[in-house]
């Protein structure tokens, strides 16, 4: 399989790095924010971290961390004020297939998806290997054909687990680290718009050269 080269990318670093350093220089990066959860009469209901920022902080969670927004470390397994469950890292079911049914009206070429080999899946049928910078993790990568698109496109069970999505044409590229609880889209303009549109979900615009926060 001849796989479409990747945007240039800084040295990975840690996860004190920038935004751009995870996914390349593009013209917008934006940052869909995985919501919380709360449990109301056994129904468990979405939480936007938008409702969760202290009155006194007066800030949008665009440049904000999960311990900024609760006041709970991520990880910390106990609930907070205003939610019972934290947000997931990695791919998240209700951010992927909003995102996905987003972007891909822009897409130019073959897109493609690709699964952290970290996770300790099943190796995939006709898969690719790549690794996103040299010595990092490295990636099973499947073109999102008309098998694997509609099951992307719903909450799951996803036959690949889609920790990345980018197209040939380089309108788009989305990362869903596993120890973000944010999927990351760094993307031209006209994606950007339709993203910030999207009433589904809770993105917001970040710079590039911003410090990541988790």
């Known amino acids: 399989m001849n796989l479409p080269p990747l945007p240039p990318r800084e040295p ?31 129904k468990v209901d979405p939480v936007r971290w938008a409702a969760l920022v202290p009155v006194e902080r007066g800030q949008s969670p665009a440049r904000m961390g999960w311990h900024d927004v609760s006041g709970v470390r991520l990880h ?27 972007v891909l ?11 952290w080999t970290g996770r300790g899946a099943p190796a995939l049928a006709g898969a690719s290997r790549m690794s996103l910078w040299q010595g990092a993790r490295e ?8 098998r694997v698109r509609p099951s992307l496109l719903s909450p799951g069970p ?7 999505l980018w197209d040939d044409g380089a309108t788009f590229f989305a990362l869903a ?7 990351l889209v760094g993307c031209t303009d006209p994606v950007a718009r339709a993203l910030l549109r999207e009433s589904r979900l809770e993105a917001y615009p970040v710079a590039g050269t911003d410090s990541v926060r988790a």
Not at 140 to 146: A, C, G, P, T
Not at 158 to 164: A, E, Q, R, S, Y
Request: no cysteine; hydrophobic share 40%; glycine share 12%.
């Open 139 to 146: 990636y099973e990568v499947v073109s999102l054909d008309d």
């Open 158 to 164: 996803w036959p690949v687990l889609p920790d990345l």
């Open 76 to 102: 910390a397994g106990r609930p907070g004020r205003g939610w019972d469950g934290e947000p997931t890292t990695g791919p998240d079911p209700h951010v992927v297939p909003a995102v996905l049914a987003t």
């Open 105 to 115: 009206p822009f897409a130019q070429g073959t897109a493609w998806v690709g699964q």
């Open 12 to 42: 990975p670093g840690p996860l004190g790095s920038t935004w751009a350093a995870l996914v390349g220089p593009w013209e917008v990066v934006v940052r869909v924010l995985h919501p919380a959860f709360r449990l109301v009469d056994g």
């Open 177 to 183: 680290d596993v120890d973000l609880p944010s999927t």
